[in-house]
């Protein structure tokens, strides 16, 4: 498989249009629709980009070796943890939290927001006694 074919084939397991996957680089649609031809060769700084953006796995897309994707949002949980110092408890809540589907998400946030509504008022409330 050539690197223009497993770029496409990065945005087709992504289920990604040339739009959207283009979009998340800063190129066009048709530098990447030219790629995936093989009618433009794939520059370093495109294959980082698209492993960056993409967690693709930098041997894959050189030269077919290892999985397509890595384990990168791992990597970057880590370092959330790290630089926030948190601790199992609060990476078990993050990391169940980004797993939720978005209207799960959505309607947690809304009720959150709801309780720490109401907590402020209640903390207003006590103050003005």
């Given amino acids: ?13 992504l289920n990604l249009t040339l739009e959207k996957f283009s979009e998340k680089l800063g190129v066009g649609k048709t530098a990447i629709s030219n790629i995936e031809r ?4 794939l520059t370093d700084q495109m294959t980082r980009a698209i492993c960056r953006e993409y967690n693709v796995n930098y041997d894959w897309m050189i030269s077919e070796e290892g999985e397509m994707f890595t384990d990168l949002p791992q990597t970057i949980l880590n370092e959330l943890c790290k630089q926030y110092d948190l601790d199992d408890f609060d990476k ?3 990391e169940m939290y980004i797993e ?3 209207n799960i998400r959505k309607h947690l946030k809304e009720n959150l927001l709801k309780m720490l509504k109401r907590v402020d008022s209640d903390s ?3 103050k003005s006694k």
């Fill in 124 to 126: 207003q409330h006590e």
């Fill in 92 to 94: 078990a809540l993050v």
């Fill in 38 to 41: 093989g009618s433009r060769n």
């Fill in 100 to 102: 939720f589907p978005e």
């Fill in 1 to 13: 498989m050539t690197q223009g074919e497993r770029v496409k084939e990065i945005r087709k397991t």
